[in-house]
């Protein structure tokens, strides 16, 4: 806090401390942060098999996340490296060397547990259609196009699972699909087939560049750093881009994450998460409805014709010129006053000003007998306000039988500005 000191001289001195609370706020505020299960529960489950995503779905997280890579002969398998190198077992012809080289029939050899430990020796690389199969409409999926290769056509490939498994709608009608890549061009390739799905551009653009991402998504993926804190955020905002940060798996990252004003966050230990969020008022099918209809009441609040602003929360407190009372005499009852002023802005939906309690003037250890008093002209707003002054009115009454030790009087008092609806 800055101290301001508003009167020094003759025998009353008093200081003023203003105090403001901010808060985060913008065009896009997502109903609650939604709980995506990174590769499934892939802190104590081997990633992206039904043993994670079950766990997963059993800890209450809102998406279970897959990535996508295409087998030799065609097929949507759920794996997020290249190769089966790092997350499969088995023998080396089928289960070593890039994905795409390898067909379903050799990749279903393979365990994808046993990496992980003994007792998942039995999971396996699904299929997306199996993942479809398994868990239809009861779930929300967060699908990545990894590394496409237009050859691939990854992207027709998914939308036909999707419609084969009755899933394009519920993507864009309650966002039970979002797609994610960090391939714009894969975004953009299934944005021209069906411009409702939701997608989310996995990426750190900067500020400057955050807004041309609208053009086709509802959100961005960065990956979470110091870089992404409350200005990037709400420049997304600002956009109606929901902001999903990858990977974020300790409490203290997740806690900064939405102290910034996160939408939701990928992690590995959705419990972790769920545990900081405390209870939810809607999870999973629910929880994506409310995220897609704030992302829509965004859209439908920002101007057409592709210009529009923001107002950044604003809680500003000035203190005027510095008050005095003069000098006290001795003997003579009186009543002293004095007054400064002090000039208030808002954008918030109510204000309120309050004072620390004024106690005594002190000259060193004498106080004077009698309290300061100090009154407020205004101390209300319900409303935003702009350069709306205040009279801080000071009393000092002396009595005529006060004994008054020779000294300069000061009090420090501490005015804050605050706002429940910021
Ligand atoms: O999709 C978000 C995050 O998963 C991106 O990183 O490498 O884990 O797919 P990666
Ligand atoms: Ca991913």
């Known amino acids: 806090m800055r101290p301001l000191v508003i009167a020094a001289a003759a025998a009353v001195a008093l200081s003023l401390v203003p105090s403001a609370a901010e808060a985060q706020s913008g065009p896009e505020q997502a109903a609650q942060p939604l709980v995506v299960a990174h590769r499934g529960a892939s802190g104590t489950r081997p990633e992206h098999t039904f043993a994670s995503y079950d766990r997963a779905i059993e800890m209450g997280a809102d998406y279970i996340e897959q990535d996508l890579q295409v087998t030799s002969d065609g097929v949507l398998v759920v794996m997020h490296d290249g190769t089966l190198n790092r997350t499969t077992r088995g023998a080396a012809e089928n289960c070593t060397g890039a994905v795409n080289t390898k067909t379903l029939a050799q990749i279903k050899t393979c365990s994808a547990g046993q990496w992980f430990g003994p007792e998942w020796v039995d999971q396996k690389v699904p299929t997306l259609e199996a993942v479809f199969q398994r868990y239809g409409k009861t779930v929300n999926y967060y699908i990545e196009t990894k590394q496409p290769d237009p050859a691939d056509h990854m992207e027709e490939k998914l939308l ?99 102290a910034a004003g996160v939408d939701g966050m990928f992690t590995n230990f959705s419990d972790v998460l769920i545990g900081i969020l405390g209870p939810r008022k809607a999870t999973g099918l629910q929880g994506a409805l409310d995220a897609k209809n704030s992302h829509d009441a965004c859209l439908a609040r920002t101007p057409a014709g592709g210009v529009g602003g923001t107002v950044p929360a604003t809680l500003s407190l000035t203190l005027g010129a510095p008050a005095s009372f003069g000098a006290f005499t001795p003997g003579v009852a009186k009543d002293y006053t004095a007054s400064t002023t002090a000039n208030v802005i808002s954008s918030a939906g109510d204000a309120a000003l309050t004072t620390s309690d004024p106690g005594h003037l002190m000259s060193g250890t004498f106080a004077l007998p009698e309290p300061l008093v100090v009154e407020l002209s205004k101390s209300a707003w319900t409303a935003p306000v702009a350069n709306d002054p205040v009279t801080i009115a000071f009393k000092q009454h002396i009595g005529a039988g006060d004994a008054l030790r020779t000294g300069t009087y000061a009090k420090t008092l501490t005015l804050t500005l605050s706002t429940t609806t910021p």
């Open 160 to 258: 036909a699972l999707m419609d084969e498994y009755g899933l394009r709608e519920p993507a864009a009608s309650r966002w039970q699909v979002l797609i994610q890549s960090f391939s714009a061009d894969s975004l953009k390739t299934v944005h021209a087939m069906d411009a409702r799905l939701p997608l989310i551009f996995l990426g750190n653009p900067t500020v400057a560049n955050i807004p041309s991402y609208a053009d086709y998504a509802v959100g961005i993926g960065p990956s979470f750093g110091a870089s992404i804190n409350a200005a990037w955020v709400n420049t997304a905002h600002a956009n109606c881009l929901d902001v999903h940060p990858y990977t974020i798996n300790t409490a203290a990252n997740m806690n900064a994450a939405l």
